[in-house]
């Protein structure tokens, strides 16, 4: 009998999914310095457009081996998580930082990797 996947997988792709574009996009407007964004971080844009883009990389790749549950790939997503969520504080320069999209969804994949582990592989 096959054995289905449970929801919370499917929930943790469509996380990847939103990671990969928001770095994707982040990228882009660190590249073309959309809205002065390079400004308005504390450390050199540079570095934040090089991670970032190879982050969101990383963050499709690990999309496969989700759904394979392979046990490389929950490894996977949950350091990028923590990478993303760390690097909020690093980019915004201090503890109090603005709660953003990216940071609200990084913590969610925490959570959920945390909590259901277990259910996984």
Do not use: W
Not at 94 to 102: A, N
């Amino acid at each position: 009998m096959k054995e289905s996947k449970p929801f919370l997988l499917y929930i943790l792709i469509i996380l990847c999914v939103e990671k990969f574009i928001q770095h994707m996009v982040v990228t882009y407007a660190f590249f073309a310095d959309q809205v002065g964004i390079r400004n308005s971080v504390a450390v050199d844009y540079r570095i934040l457009m090089i991670s970032g883009f190879i982050v969101g990389i990383l963050f499709m790749i690990s999309i496969p081996l989700l759904y394979q549950r392979r046990r490389f790939g929950f490894k996977l997503l949950f350091f990028l998580a923590l990478f993303d969520f760390i690097g909020e504080f690093i980019a915004q320069g201090t503890l109090f930082i603005d709660i953003t999209v990216s940071f609200v969804v990084a913590s969610a994949i925490l959570i959920i990797l945390i909590f259901y582990r277990k259910r996984f592989v």
